[in-house]
């Protein structure tokens, strides 16, 4: 996590800094694992809501809705 933190750009660090880690996937069931990430990088953590489904569910929210997501990413660039 914190090698991570290192190679983000500035832009994103102050949001990561402000709204704080979100973990998700089978890792964020680990006891006070939210806990331990906060007191080692110094930056608040949080466990995802359905930590084991939360990824599937916003990639297929993503791929209902290509067209929007599509145009969001392709302008950032």
């Known amino acids: 996590v914190r090698n991570v ?3 983000t750009p500035p832009e994103l660090c102050s ?3 402000d709204k704080g880690i979100m973990i998700s996937g089978g890792g ?3 006891k006070n694992i939210d806990t331990l990430v ?4 110094g930056v608040p ?3 995802a809501d359905e930590p084991l489904l939360c990824v599937a569910k ?3 929210v993503v791929l209902n809705n ?7 990413v392709m302008t950032k660039r």
């Not at 906060?38 to 990088?41: E, H, M, Q, S």
């Not at 290509?66 to 969001?72: G, H, R």
């Open 5 to 7: 933190l290192q190679d």
């Open 15 to 17: 949001d990561i800094i």
């Open 28 to 30: 964020a069931l680990l």
């Open 38 to 41: 906060t007191r080692i990088t």
């Open 45 to 47: 953590c949080h466990i």
């Open 58 to 60: 916003g990639a297929g």
């Open 66 to 72: 290509l067209d929007v997501y599509k145009k969001n």
